[in-house]
């Protein structure tokens, strides 16, 4: 399963922290040996990966299970670090903090360090971990069956008339599931504990402060972080925020993501009608309006007459081409690739190959984490289906690219237990030092949502709106303005005197 398809389960919204290496790289006889404090140590030991820095290194860090009992049972968190090639320009660490819920920061690190140490010019050690459940870290199981693990299932579509009965059954049958294997390990799947995470990480290597550049859900770690540890902060980058609403949280990024994809979408329809898409046979109709029109009717016709794929016993149907479509507006790169989809569920002559991402089910252990932090961190409303059926269908009229599926009902409306503490409430207490970045059109985490996270800090921020489409801006789908404003507040502290904007 590829980190660009947990990014895209349910919330889609992605920091890497380093280290000095001073006072944490001593050889112990252990990768978890602790100081005589409490403090850990962490003894790094190389992990390169396949095009990633050759001088990333890796260690485990054990952080308790239950914060309110912190000398009991231990878990372990996969860490990370990337040090400073130009140690005389090194001004501290830097912690990449991925989204999801459900991302590898780890696996992040490796994706974007190298670019980061150019950006950086070696200011920062680079570090980040893996969150609880995610990776090479501790991870819980709900023993889901198969079918019940497929992206197109844990998003939640409706049935093909806009009916949730079967939607309603299998949220059932996950939270059930969920409450009877997950245990407490499942249950300490929190946003406030990756908060806590992060600061014993912090500890770990040594740092009194540290600087963040946090993506999608990591945002909003970040911005918890920054509201529990502010004292704690050097220059903390937001790149890709939802609405921290404290009452929601999950349920309203999902909510807002119909409106998201109405917004993204006619940067799909433009490239899908312009005359260059002939070469390749992708060019789906003459005029960028004919398009949506095009796509809704293809999806109404694989709703009623799904069509075999390459993958035996998964056929594309209608929502099937619907998340292929949501995950194709993550970035202009995959457009190609759900435009040659549409050719071949239209053409018939031969089989369509499905995304890898939707051609099999997620492992359960990544299920578990997706569910369990969105379904942990607030109390869902026990709505009827009645409720949840009247949403979906108001919801599919207002936004038919997404037909209803970010209001859908969820395993959180039947989880069992209530939260562990409420969600943090994002205020404008705080040092001065975040700078926001976020493009217009972003699919998974609005534009109009980020304002929200704007307006919770206050004076604390300054937004960079980039004129884009797309999510995930720095290093990303931005453009050379955005970047340039991550990059100096990064090396020099610097930010626009106010919130400002990147034209396209």
Do not use: F, H
């Given at each position: 399963m590829?980190?660009?398809?947990?990014?895209?389960?349910?919330?889609?919204?992605s920091a890497a922290s380093v280290a000095a290496g001073l006072t944490v790289t001593g050889a112990v006889a252990t990768a978890a040996a602790h100081t005589g404090s409490d403090t850990p140590r962490l003894a790094w030991h190389p992990c390169a990966r396949p095009d990633g820095p050759a001088a990333q290194e890796c260690a485990e860090l054990p952080v308790p299970l239950d914060y309110r009992d912190p000398a009991g049972r231990q878990i372990t968190l996969a860490v990370s670090r990337i040090r400073?090639?130009?140690?005389?320009?090194?001004?501290?660490?830097?912690?990449?903090?991925?989204?999801g819920p459900g991302s590898s920061g780890v696996q992040r690190l490796a994706q974007k360090g190298a670019a980061l140490q150019r950006e950086t010019a070696g200011a920062y050690d680079l570090v980040a971990f893996d969150p609880r459940g995610v990776g090479a870290s501790t991870t819980a199981s709900c023993d889901l069956a198969p079918e019940d693990r497929y992206l197109t299932t844990l998003r939640s579509w409706p049935g093909p008339d806009?009916?949730?009965t079967e939607n309603v059954a299998r949220s059932r049958r996950v939270a059930e599931a969920c409450a009877r294997n997950g245990g407490p390990v499942l249950r300490s799947f929190t946003t406030a504990n990756q908060i806590r995470d992060l600061d014993r990480f912090r500890e770990a290597l040594g740092e009194r402060k540290l600087s963040a550049w946090s993506v999608s859900y990591g945002t909003y770690v970040a911005a918890g972080y920054a509201q529990k540890f502010p004292e704690r902060t050097d220059r903390w980058v937001l790149d890709s925020s939802g609405d921290p609403d404290p009452k929601r949280v999950a349920r309203g990024w999902l909510a807002n993501m119909a409106q998201g994809a109405d917004d993204r979408f006619p940067d799909f329809a433009a490239w899908a009608a312009h005359p260059d898409r002939d070469r390749d046979g992708l060019r789906l109709a003459a005029r960028p309006e004919e398009v949506e029109p095009l796509v809704l009717a293809l999806a109404a016709a694989l709703d009623r007459a799904p069509r075999e794929s390459t993958t035996p016993?998964?056929?594309?149907?209608?929502n099937r081409l619907r998340q292929a479509l949501q995950s194709s507006l993550y970035n202009d790169s995959a457009f190609a690739s759900f435009a040659r989809l549409v050719r071949a569920a239209q053409d018939g002559a031969q089989p369509p190959v499905l995304?890898?991402?939707?051609?099999?089910?997620?492992?359960?252990?990544?299920?578990?984490?997706?569910?369990g932090v969105v379904c942990n961190d607030v109390a869902w409303p026990r709505t009827s289906q009645a409720a949840y059926q009247r949403a979906v269908g108001e919801d599919r009229a207002r936004h038919p690219l997404t037909a209803g599926m970010p209001v859908n009902v969820l395993p959180c409306s039947?989880?069992?237990?209530?939260?562990?503490?409420?969600?943090?409430?994002i205020t404008d207490d705080g040092p001065s030092n975040i700078l926001m970045i976020q493009n217009r059109r972003d699919p998974s985490t609005p534009h109009f949502g980020a304002l929200k996270m704007r307006e919770a800090l206050g004076e604390r921020a300054v937004l960079v709106t980039v004129e884009r489409g797309g999510h995930g801006v720095y290093l990303g789908n931005g453009n050379p303005c955005g970047d340039r404003a991550v990059t100096g507040f990064l090396t020099t502290g610097e930010r626009p005197a106010g919130d400002t904007e990147c034209a396209g």
């Open positions: 590829t980190t660009y398809a947990k990014k895209t389960l349910l919330l889609a919204l400073s090639d130009r140690p005389e320009a090194r001004r501290g660490t830097l912690v990449v903090i991925p989204g806009g009916g949730i016993g998964v056929p594309v149907t209608g995304p890898p991402e939707l051609a099999q089910p997620l492992r359960d252990e990544d299920a578990a984490v997706m569910v039947y989880w069992q237990g209530a939260p562990a503490q409420k969600p943090v409430r």
